[in-house]
């Protein structure tokens, strides 16, 4: 069936180094996607997203990236930090009347100092 | 900065027992969701709500859940018979907009059934 998901579920990086978090999607109709990252004991918090027909998105230390060809997503994390550290989700929204997300499974995305 | 906040943080029931999780969304936004999250799972969708109705549900959300807007701050989540497999987080969300992608999310609210 249609799904959102991961190919890694645990990511550790050395404080400074760039992230990088991937996503494979399989509904090429889907509007936008979108990372969320989640702290412990926390809702998700609102990333960056991307509108299906862009290729790149930059925010402040965070770039997404979309390939359609080969319906992958990433998100690239510029000079990790410790307060980086959380499980990262790539949602989607595939719009329609009820503008739900549907998620995928989750990278734990761990910091060393 | 405003934020979705929702009450309370941690809920213990009884099975079969009603359950009300209450939210109150970011005061300007329009679109209302509930999602949940069964402890190591990805979030799932419940119920999205506008303009004081239902604009769609997942499979999850069957006749024992309702959702309710009583005034113009409150959104409202009810189970009316809980059961164990309800046991998870409860995350309201809210929204300006239906086109992007930003839902803000509240931080939760732990149901554990018992």
């Known amino acids: 069936g249609e799904s959102v998901g991961l190919h890694l579920p645990t990511l550790s990086v050395q404080e400074g180094d760039n992230s990088i978090i991937n996503c494979a999607y399989s509904?090429?109709?889907?509007?936008?996607f979108i990372w969320y990252k989640q702290e412990s004991g926390k809702g998700p918090q609102f990333i960056i997203d991307i509108r299906s027909n862009m290729d790149k998105r930059q925010g402040q230390r965070v770039t997404v990236l979309l390939n359609k060809t080969v319906k992958h997503l990433s998100l690239q994390i510029a000079a990790t930090q410790p307060g980086d550290s959380a499980v990262y989700f790539c949602a989607e929204n595939r719009g329609g009347g009820g503008n739900k997300l549907t998620f995928g499974t989750g990278t734990q995305l761990k910091v060393e100092l | 900065e405003p934020e979705v906040t929702q009450t309370p943080s941690h809920q213990v029931t009884q099975m079969g027992q009603e359950v009300i999780l209450r939210c109150v969304p970011i005061?300007?936004?329009?679109?209302f969701y509930w999602y949940r999250q069964i402890l190591g799972q990805k979030v799932e969708f419940l119920v999205s709500?506008?303009?004081?109705?239902?604009?769609?549900k997942s499979e999850i959300f069957d006749d024992q859940f309702s959702v309710e807007r009583p005034d113009g701050s409150n959104f409202t989540l009810k189970i009316r018979s809980t059961k164990l497999e309800d046991s998870a987080m409860y995350f309201c969300a809210s929204a300006l907009t239906k086109g992007a992608g930003e839902q803000y999310f509240g931080p939760g609210t732990r149901l554990t059934v018992t």
């Open positions: 709500f506008y303009n004081n109705e239902i604009s769609e």
């Open positions: 509904n090429s109709a889907s509007d936008y």
């Open positions: 005061s300007n936004h329009l679109y």
